[in-house]
């Protein structure tokens, strides 16, 4: 998996008041009934795809 960077920035932005909210970035086709993730994740207000707006509603947005 990955090696933090996206959760690093976020956390960095989120501490300067910076990254409210949090929308990814998809293809329709993309689209998982879970996505693994470990406590350092940070979750997303939504993910926009070319044709609507999925808002996720198992990861908090903020880190425990």
Same mark, same amino acid.
């Given at each position: 998996?990955?090696?933090?960077?996206? +959760? %690093?920035?976020?956390? *960095?932005?989120?501490?300067?008041? @910076?990254?409210?909210?949090?929308?990814?970035?998809? *293809? +329709?086709? =993309? &689209? /998982? &009934?879970? #996505?693994? *993730? &470990?406590? *350092? +994740?940070?979750?997303? @207000?939504? #993910?926009? %795809?070319?044709?609507?707006?999925? =808002?996720?509603?198992?990861?908090? /947005?903020?880190?425990?």
């Amino acid at each position: 998996y990955g090696k933090g960077y996206y +959760d %690093t920035t976020i956390r *960095h932005l989120q501490t300067a008041g @910076h990254a409210k909210m949090l929308i990814g970035i998809a *293809h +329709d086709f =993309q &689209e /998982v &009934e879970f #996505i693994p *993730h &470990e406590r *350092h +994740d940070f979750g997303m @207000h939504g #993910i926009a %795809t070319p044709t609507r707006l999925v =808002q996720p509603l198992a990861l908090p /947005v903020t880190q425990s």
